[in-house]
């Protein structure tokens, strides 16, 4: 008998209406600050998490710092994706990385601000887990707080991959930024426990190659509607 997707480890859906989306910020690669409109879709509440990812892929070893079955998997670009794709067979649904658009307009729950919760770090302590208050652990993914649209993590924890390319802002609808066969390297966000919360922000872009597994990185999963 085949499996059916309401029998494996599955992450919390949460729906986000679409609407005008603010991304990038002051400074660096997240200039120029720019408005674009994005349709409604429903993001996993948390990232993924060990015992939901091993569903799909039995072999995965678990890093030293995220260990726990409830913690964030911690993979590469490509595993990432291979869930996703795994999980929309499974679900019979379109599922897949979210783009980065996607995740700034998640991470900002608070509007145009620069974390989740507003402006000020010391604020943040109850909704990320950062160099500050971590443990040097990852925890698991559906901790400390949610922010007030109701996902969990956005900031701190891990890093999240989306599956944008690392390319100039601003964002156009003909750029190609999400092109899934490019192999170079993918847009991650959010920083995570081994980051200071004063050096995130909603804005705030890294990217690494599609191979690299060490590292403190994580990811979500998205339908649009």
Not at 2 to 9: D, G, K, N
Request: net charge negative; charged share 25%; with cysteine.
């Amino acid at each position: 008998m085949a499996t059916m997707y309401t029998q494996v480890p599955r992450a919390v859906l949460w729906l986000l209406k679409g609407d005008d989306a603010q991304i990038g910020g002051e400074g660096g690669d997240t200039e120029p600050a720019h408005t674009i409109e994005l349709g409604s879709f429903y993001m996993s509440r948390g990232p993924i998490s060990n015992i939901q990812f091993e569903a799909f892929s039995p072999q995965h070893i678990r890093h030293p710092q995220s260990s726990g079955d409830d913690d964030p998997a911690i993979v590469s670009f490509r595993a990432a994706t291979g869930y996703a794709k795994w999980y929309a067979d499974l679900a019979k649904k379109p599922f897949r990385l979210p783009t980065e658009a996607e995740w700034e307009f998640a991470a900002r729950a608070a509007g145009p601000k620069r974390y989740p919760w507003g402006d000020q770090a010391d604020k943040g302590s109850s909704l990320a887990w950062t160099q500050e208050n971590s443990g040097t652990n990852c925890h698991p993914v559906d901790t400390p707080k949610p922010a007030k649209n109701g996902l969990y993590g956005m900031i701190g924890n891990v890093w999240e991959w989306t599956s944008s390319l690392y390319r100039p802002y601003p964002i156009t609808p003909d750029d190609d930024r999400d092109d899934p066969i490019v192999d170079e390297p993918r847009v991650i966000r959010g920083g995570s426990i081994a980051d200071s919360l004063d050096s995130l922000s909603c804005a705030k872009r890294e990217h690494r190659a599609p191979d690299t597994a060490s590292e403190l990185i994580g990811f979500r999963i998205v339908r649009a509607l």
